[in-house]
């Protein structure tokens, strides 16, 4: 982060396979080209926020200065990222997405688009979303829901471990006890 890059390009990462976590906030990005990513297929968490800063918060100016304003999400942006568990995108000028866009994200759990232009138009229920569809618990298109995964890995020290389960982590299916039978009941 801040690292005021103004732009990545194809394959700028692939020389970075075991990298769990991404964070390119504060870099002034103007766009996602195809193929960003590739060579990242170990990549569980991507930030690409924008400015997240408020007026009255001292270093607004600064941070809104070095955000990125991103508006353009190539098709193959996200391809080969199919270990991808969280993509953060909001607070973007991003005005639309093609619809296969995360096709390659099928372990996505969570997506935060809100505050960019392409909110104004897309739904839940857009065709866009089907790839994702699946495990992807929180999409997040109108306000922001909290970082719960995130918390979770935090509180439990996975954050950087290749682990993966179904559903929100309050919900994480658990292998259940059996019963001892006592010797009464044999």
């Given at each position: 982060?801040?690292?005021?890059l ?31 990513f ?35 999400v ?32 099928g ?11 392409v ?9 866009t ?12 298109l ?45």
């Amino acid at each position: 982060a801040k690292a005021k890059l103004g732009e990545i390009g194809e394959g700028w990462f692939e020389h970075l396979p075991e990298l769990r976590v991404l964070n390119l906030e504060f870099n002034q990005l103007k766009a996602i080209p195809a193929f960003a990513f590739r060579g990242l297929t170990k990549l569980k968490v991507l930030w690409l926020t924008g400015n997240h800063y408020q007026r009255d918060e001292m270093e607004y100016k600064k941070m809104k200065a070095l955000g990125n304003n991103i508006e353009t999400v190539e098709k193959d942006a996200f391809a080969g990222l199919g270990n991808l568990q969280v993509l953060l995108m909001h607070h973007n000028k991003v005005k639309q997405l093609d619809t296969a866009v995360f096709r390659d994200l099928g372990k996505l759990k969570v997506l935060k688009l809100l505050d960019n232009p392409v909110t104004k138009t897309l739904l839940k229920s857009d065709p866009t979303f089907d790839p994702i569809r699946e495990y992807c618990y929180q999409v997040d298109l109108v306000r922001d829901s909290g970082d719960d995964l995130e918390d979770y890995w935090e509180k439990t020290g996975t954050y950087l471990s290749d682990e993966w389960f179904v559903g929100p982590p309050g919900k994480k299916k658990k292998k259940k006890k059996k019963k001892k039978k006592k010797a009464s009941e044999l």
